[in-house]
């Protein structure tokens, strides 16, 4: 997963089709029923999200000792990219002067 951030992070060098589908992409991971969590032989939770290009494929992103833990670690995954995502709407106004 951090060679995901780091290799797509740099936001300037890409053209738009690139852009369109890193938008695609944060939107999917950005989307809770993309995800599950399953049980590992060694009894932790992983969390994981559904390969936007192979469904049958999931991307394991984080392991936890607990559902609980692995849940919030998957709010917090949707909460990351839904911030990645305003990137795309370009800059915000918060003060205006007359």
Known sequence: MTYFY???NRYGQHN?????????QYTHIADKKNWR??????????AEYKNLENNK???????????EGAERAIDSSIDH???K???FEGPKVVKTFK
């Not at 738009?16 to 695609?24: A, G, H, P, R, Y």
């Not at 590992?40 to 939770?45: D, M, T």
């Open 37 to 46: 969590i399953i049980e590992l032989p060694n009894g932790y939770y992983q």
């Open 6 to 8: 780091y290799q797509t």
């Open 16 to 24: 738009q089709e690139q852009l369109e589908e890193l938008k695609t």
């Open 81 to 83: 990219y839904k911030k």
């Open 85 to 87: 995502l305003r990137v």
């Open 57 to 67: 494929h999931w991307v394991d992103v984080t392991r936890r000792e607990t559902i």
